[in-house]
């Protein structure tokens, strides 16, 4: 397609991303925006992020500019950093050979595929036809040429843009084998853009999705993220439900995905929909308080258990609960600690959030996840009703009231008919030593 025939003009692309473009170009190498990008501006979308594609080997690329740093295990990419914008420029990738090649450097490397048709490394080099046919969907192989402004389009992308349809470029089971998340993106394109998975492209997902199992749990976290926590989490959720994918991302909840009025299937989707609202409306989120909601109910069924056959005391059951149920999660995806600790401070601030007399709940209130617990109770008041509903009511009051109307809540609770305060025993005075 040359320039007259597509719309994206260079003022839609990033001033950053054409330095990068044209100091190749320069250079006498070649030069393309690919991927999200030029699928995004064709679409009259902004952009997230702008990726180049090059013949030029990632060293070649790290002559050109002085504010560049290679990094990737898996793929060797240059990021070239300007401030907060970084450009990512990828040399062309090839095709995986089981026998060792060289690439153009003349430097030998192999890719191939372990038993269950997964790429285990394609670090190759190749030509852009090669790199188009690697690509996962037709849309994301469309290249936009520096040179003359053209746009090549590998796999018919424009054909499935029109028709808004996700379409898987080659053999769906081989594609998927591969790298089973393109199964995962399939949903996430199909959820953010509107479109509907092609029916051959659609057709084998459900029986392949337990291929899911073996991708490393480290990457799947940022793949969560971007499914479940970028605005359209409730619809894509619905999407990994039907094609099977959810149950093995999250297999804690597999058992209640079958019942939609369960508490279980409620509390996801009331999760999503809040975390979909505050990204739409410019608030923060965290993936701490959408993991917490999900694994709240297998947390409490966990210490029942730990109570009714261990005999343990309600809260060595509950601490031991948060453990088992977090490590199970762990093993498909892999939270961050920097996740894992307010995921906890969340639960066992619901275990706080009902001792409400003395000094305690202002202990509870000042606790710097305060605000996170408070607005989980509120959900969990919404699916369960029942004695939450005056519980979240109380807390909602009482962190706004003066310091008389505090104690005048405070009492209220002591005064109420069939009220305990559940605290724990008293310890026992320290002997002297
Ligand atoms: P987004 O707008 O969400 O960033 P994107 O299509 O740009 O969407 P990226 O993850 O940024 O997605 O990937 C950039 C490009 O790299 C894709 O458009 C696609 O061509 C290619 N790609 C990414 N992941 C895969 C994969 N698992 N298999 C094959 N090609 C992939
Ligand atoms: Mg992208």
Not at 82 to 89: D, S
Not at 194 to 204: D, F, H, S, V, Y
Not at 245 to 255: C, E, I, N
Not at 410 to 425: I, L, Y
Request: contains cysteine; charged residues 30%.
């Amino acid at each position: 397609m040359p320039r007259s025939e597509h719309s994206i003009s260079r003022e839609d692309i990033s001033a950053n991303a054409l330095k990068v473009l044209y100091r190749l170009h320069n250079s006498g190498y070649q030069a393309y925006l690919v991927g999200g990008c030029v699928r995004d501006l064709l679409l009259g979308e902004h952009p997230k992020d702008f990726d180049v594609v090059t013949d030029a080997t990632p060293e070649q690329i790290k002559g050109l500019f002085r504010n560049c740093r290679l990094i990737g295990r898996r793929f060797r990419l240059a990021h070239i950093v300007f401030g907060r914008e970084i450009i990512e420029v990828a040399t062309f990738r090839g095709h995986h050979e089981p026998q060792a090649t060289e690439d153009k450097a003349g430097k030998k490397t192999t890719s191939h595929l372990n038993q269950h048709g997964q790429l285990v490394r394609d670090n190759v080099f190749g030509s852009i036809e090669e790199d188009a046919e690697r690509r996962d969907f037709s849309f994301n192989a469309m290249y936009y040429n520096i040179a003359d402004y053209s746009i090549t389009d590998f796999a018919n992308g424009q054909d499935s843009l029109s028709k808004r349809e996700i379409r898987i470029i080659g053999d769906p089971e081989t594609r998927y084998r591969e790298d089973p998340v393109r199964m995962l993106r399939a949903v996430r394109f199909a959820a953010k853009l509107g479109m509907k998975i092609e029916e051959n492209t659609a057709k084998r997902i459900p029986e392949l999705a337990p291929l899911l199992a073996n991708i490393p749990a480290a990457r799947l976290f940022e793949e969560i993220s971007k499914l479940l926590l970028s605005g359209s989490g409730l619809k894509t959720f619905h999407l990994l439900d039907e094609y099977k994918l959810f149950g093995q991302l999250f297999p804690q909840l597999q058992p209640f995905l079958d019942n939609p009025e369960g508490r279980e299937f409620k509390m996801l989707e009331k999760v999503l929909s809040n975390t979909d609202n505050r990204i739409n409306s410019g608030l923060r989120i965290t993936p701490a308080f959408f993991y917490a909601a999900c694994l709240w109910f297998c947390v409490e069924e966990r210490q029942q258990q730990h109570i009714a056959e261990g005999g343990l005391p309600p809260f060595d059951a509950f601490n031991l609960a948060i453990t088992d149920v977090l490590a199970i999660q762990m093993q498909r995806i892999m939270i961050p600690k920097r996740f894992t600790t307010p995921i906890r401070d969340i639960w066992h601030l619901q275990q706080r959030l009902n001792r409400r007399l003395g000094r305690r709940a202002y202990i509870t209130l000042e606790h710097p996840r305060f605000r996170a617990a408070y607005d989980f109770l509120l959900i969990r008041a919404e699916i369960e009703g029942g004695e939450l509903i005056e519980l979240a009511q109380w807390w909602t009051e009482f962190q706004s009231a003066s310091p008389s109307k505090q104690k005048k809540l405070q009492s209220d609770v002591r005064n109420s008919e069939g009220f305990q305060d559940r605290r724990r025993p008293k310890r026992r005075p320290k002997k002297p030593s």
